[in-house]
């Protein structure tokens, strides 16, 4: 569970810092939900914008850094994630990156936040259900930002020594409860 709430996490700070993403991604849930509050796996498909957001954050925080299959070698998710080799501006929050175009010219294993092959993450499908479904809930009704003083103003900061896990220095965030 520990993964899932970075993941969450982490997507809670790129929203509260791009704006206009927040913004685009509530425009669509209100337009596919309507007054409905949890999504259904038919409207979750729809969200494509969403889906985009969501592939993109797991890129840039990959929640587990690292994977340490029993073999000597060790494979840097965070690094192949960061890599301009395969990324155009790695560094930068660009949802459409996952535009479907975009996905097929990329190279195969350049995203690997469940992992791959035989020892994929089982919970894959479970997570990404589960952060449509806390997004879709939250963003209906909060406006979420960064608070002015907040250490994470510059860039997110992180902590990934001595673990395979990706850990973030205390985060603050404001949630303002929309009234349209
Ligand atoms: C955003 C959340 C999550 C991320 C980023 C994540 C990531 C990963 C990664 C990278 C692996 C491969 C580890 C390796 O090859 O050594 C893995 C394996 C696994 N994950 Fe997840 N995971 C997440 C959530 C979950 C959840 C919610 C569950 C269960 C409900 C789950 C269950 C598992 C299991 C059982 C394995 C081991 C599969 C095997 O070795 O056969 N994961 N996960």
């Known amino acids: 569970m520990k993964l899932a709430a970075t993941a969450l996490t982490t997507i809670l700070y790129v929203l509260a810092t791009h704006k ?4 685009k991604a509530r425009d669509e849930i209100l337009r596919v939900l309507g ?48 890599s301009p080799k395969y990324w155009k501006d790695p560094e930068e929050f660009i949802p459409g990156r996952f535009e479907n175009e975009n996905d097929e010219k990329r190279e195969q294993y350049t995203w690997l936040t469940f ?42 900061h992180l902590d990934h020594f001595n673990s395979t896990l990706t850990r973030i220095q205390s985060l603050h965030l404001i949630f303002k409860r929309r009234t349209e």
């Open 115 to 156: 992992g791959s092959g035989t020892r994929t993450c089982l919970g894959n499908n479970f997570s990404l259900i589960q952060q449509r479904v806390m997004l879709c809930a939250l963003l209906r009704k909060y406006e979420v930002s960064l608070p002015a003083d907040s250490i994470h103003q510059d860039k997110l």
């Open 35 to 82: 007054d409905i509050l949890t999504p259904t796996i038919d409207q979750q498909r729809e969200l494509k914008y969403l889906n985009m957001v969501i592939k993109e954050n797991l890129r840039l925080y990959p929640p587990k850094s690292c994977i340490l299959p029993k073999t000597p070698i060790a494979i840097n998710i965070y690094g192949i994630h960061h």
């Open 20 to 23: 206009d993403v927040q913004r």
